[in-house]
């Protein structure tokens, strides 16, 4: 059985004194949890103070994105080097903003991929279509294009630890989320092309999140899916309260 795996991404939120108070309040709540993998995603500025906060928590830290190389003159940018000096044990990599906002491309995502397993650290893969790829019936087409395009020369015993978040555009940020049987019905379709990809045996042990305005009355009914194994949390990993209660229902 897939071990479920609930991911905050905080985006471009939060002061440090706002984001301490999140990181300690969420170690209140949910220190007694067990049977799922939690992980905050702050802020590059913010890591190395949330890192000292949950050190030895139940709480992994994660962070929003990583470069491909291992240093360099590349402005802005933060190695995966540098973020596992500060405990940082996930990498979002090939977020949906990411890919509309900044330009990130299929050759990027694999390059970041490749890094963050090269340095021993988890990388939770996004892929997803956005509404106008949605309504010309191009989700299965999208979403295959950025497994392969993502996923391309790496190999098997690398990509077994790949962490896949199913991000339909449409449903982030705007209160609107695919219903269980939509996202499973997509969910099922990455787990067979990890299958043609690899295996059969590698696809069933990946783990594939549901991002798309996961909220605490709606992850019940999404994590009971098959193949549904977490989700990766925007807006309301924000607050105390329903970031762990959604943590708490996600637990069988």
């Known amino acids: ?13 939060k002061t440090i004194a706002d984001a301490l108070e999140l990181a300690n309040g969420l170690k209140r709540e949910l220190y007694a949890i067990k049977g799922v993998d939690i992980v905050i995603a702050p802020g590059f500025t913010l890591l190395d103070e949330i890192s000292d906060v949950i050190s030895g928590s139940n709480i992994n830290l994660g962070a929003q994105n990583a470069h491909w190389e291992a240093e360099g003159a590349f402005t802005g940018e933060a190695s995966v080097a540098q973020l596992k000096e500060l405990d940082v044990k996930y990498i979002i990599i090939g977020h949906s903003e990411r890919r509309q906002f ?25 892929v ?16 295959q294009d950025h497994l392969r395009g993502g996923l391309e020369g790496i190999e098997k015993e690398e990509a077994k630890d790949i962490i896949f978040a199913y991000e339909p555009v449409w449903a982030i940020g705007t209160g609107k989320t695919a219903t269980p049987a939509e996202a499973q019905e997509v969910h099922g379709f990455i787990r067979k092309k990890l299958a043609e990809i690899y295996d059969n045996d590698t ?10 305005s996961v909220k605490p009355d709606n992850i019940e009914d999404l994590i009971k899916q098959e193949d ?24 069988g």
């Open 1 to 13: 059985m897939r071990r479920p795996i609930i991911a905050g991404n905080w985006k471009m939120y």
């Open 102 to 126: 900044f330009g990130e491309t299929n050759e990027g995502v694999n390059k970041r991929i490749k890094a963050v397993l090269s340095g021993g650290l988890i990388p939770i893969m996004c």
């Open 128 to 143: 997803g279509e956005n509404l106008s790829q949605r309504e010309k019936g191009n989700t299965f087409s999208v979403v």
């Open 203 to 212: 696809a069933q042990s990946m783990r594939i999140q549901y991002g798309g």
């Open 228 to 251: 549904i194994d977490g989700a990766l949390v925007g807006g309301a990993s924000l607050k105390v309260d329903s970031f762990s209660e959604i943590v708490k229902k996600s637990v």
